[in-house]
Each structure stands twice: as structure tokens, then as C-alpha cells.
């Protein structure tokens, strides 16, 4: 069964940077890509990027480049996502999701991580 | 970045069918036949429902289905159920640098 299990809870300073991490299990790594999506409190989802899992190609929203990387370790299946220059307007709980494909296209996200919850005060 | 535009809440009674809708452009839902639905209840992690427009995967129920008609799309809940109470959320492959963007998100209320 597939899975993706993200690291715990975080609570950072304004201006500081966090990472967050999302173990995937159960399938082959390297034949699907990671997203990341966000929830800010009262707020929908948000796209933030995705990243392959093959390659490392990586693809981010315009609203976070310059401020987010997002990396894989394959020998360990595990992605993840560091955010820099943390603002309040950061804090949210960011979720992990694999890329899920067809026999032609890969164009959905399926499972998802737990959600890890990135608290950003002073 | 751009969203895609969803109704802020939808309603209905148990045993009715509720319909959201999904509104794109010509650049995302219109151009490719790539959206899928998520259903998500506060404090869990989001649930697919429904993907390339309108196949659903195994283990989610008949009740609910997709279509897309030009750059709008919609999902329907048929005989609405008290367990369908939650927010759904649209997405659309936009084959751009930014590769998806999401609808606005809509609560279903179950009256």
C-alpha cells in the first residue's frame, strides 16, 4: 500500500527557514513525482511546486520562487521541501502528495501525506 | 498565480444531488482534459475523487462523478450523505512552468 509520512510539527522566527520531509513507501520512488500544496489557516489549498522523483526536475509556483527548494533522496524514497525567509503568512500546514499517472499522463495527486503543521511566530 | 473559480458553498439535503462547479480558461480546464476532484474534512489529509475529469478510483463511490464542458468543470454528488459534508477542491494541469493550479475550494453542507 502506498504511503507518504511527513515530519512532525514546527514552530520558527520570522525570517528563519524550515524543511520538511515526506517518506514515501510502496511504490518505486523514482517513477512519480512529488507536489506540495498548502492550507493557511481559513484558506484553500495552494499549489506550491512539484518536484520528479526521477530527476529532480523541478517545477515551482511563481509566489515561492526564490524562497522554496524542494529536494528528493532516493535511497531513502523521501522528498522534501525547505521554505526560507519565513513571514507569519507562511504558517500552514503543508502537505506532501504523490503525482499519480496512467498508462499516457500523469495529472492527479494520489495519496497524500498526514499534513505537517509549520507554526511562524515571534 | 491563478486560481480556478469554485462556488464558496453548496447545499443540500440527504438524497439530493449537489453539483460544484470548477470555472478555468482556455489555458488549464479548457486545454486539457486533466482535472481532478479532492474531498477534504478539516485536520486530515485530502482525498481523490474523481480524475481526468471523469474516473473515479476504486473505492470511492458511484455517487460521484465528473464532467468538464469547455474551461468549466463540475463535479456532482449524488444522494448526498451526511459523510459527504466536507470541502472539495478542483485542479487543473495547466501544461505551463506553474504544471497545476487549484480551484478555490467549496464547502458542502449537508442540511
Known amino acids: 500500500q502506498v504511503h507518504l509520512v511527513q515530519s512532525g510539527a514546527e514552530v520558527k522566527k520570522p525570517g528563519a527557514s524550515v524543511k520538511v520531509s515526506c517518506k514515501a513507501s510502496g511504490y518505486s520512488f523514482t517513477t512519480h513525482g512529488i507536489a506540495w500544496v498548502r492550507q493557511a489557516p481559513g484558506q484553500g489549498l495552494e499549489w506550491m511546486g512539484w518536484i520528479s522523483g526521477y530527476n529532480s526536475n523541478r517545477k515551482y509556483g511563481k509566489k515561492f520562487q526564490g524562497r522554496v527548494t524542494m529536494t528528493t533522496d532516493t535511497p531513502t524514497s523521501t522528498a522534501y521541501l525547505e521554505l526560507r525567509s519565513l513571514r507569519s503568512d507562511d504558517t500552514a500546514v503543508y502537505y506532501c502528495?504523490?503525482?499519480?499517472?496512467?498508462?499516457?499522463?500523469?495529472?492527479?495527486?494520489?495519496?497524500w501525506g498526514q499534513g505537517t503543521l509549520v507554526i511562524v511566530s515571534s | 498565480q491563478s486560481v480556478l473559480t469554485q462556488p464558496a458553498s453548496v447545499s443540500g439535503s440527504p438524497g439530493q444531488s449537489i453539483t460544484i462547479s470548477c470555472n478555468g480558461t482556455?489555458?488549464?480546464?479548457?486545454?486539457?482534459?486533466?482535472v481532478s476532484w479532492y474531498q477534504h474534512h478539516p485536520g486530515k489529509a485530502p482525498k481523490l475523487m474523481i480524475f481526468?475529469?471523469?474516473n473515479r478510483p476504486s473505492g470511492v463511490s458511484n455517487r460521484f462523478s465528473g464532467s468538464k464542458s469547455y474551461n468549466s468543470a463540475s463535479l456532482t454528488i449524488s444522494g448526498l450523505q451526511a459523510e459527504d459534508e466536507a470541502d472539495y477542491y478542483c485542479t487543473s494541469y495547466t501544461g505551463s512552468d506553474i504544471l497545476y493550479v487549484f480551484g478555490t475550494g467549496t464547502k458542502v453542507t449537508v442540511l
Open positions: 481526468d475529469v471523469n
Open positions: 482556455s489555458s488549464d480546464v479548457g486545454a486539457y482534459d486533466f
Open positions: 502528495a504523490r503525482e499519480d499517472c496512467s498508462r499516457t499522463s500523469c495529472s492527479w495527486f494520489d495519496p
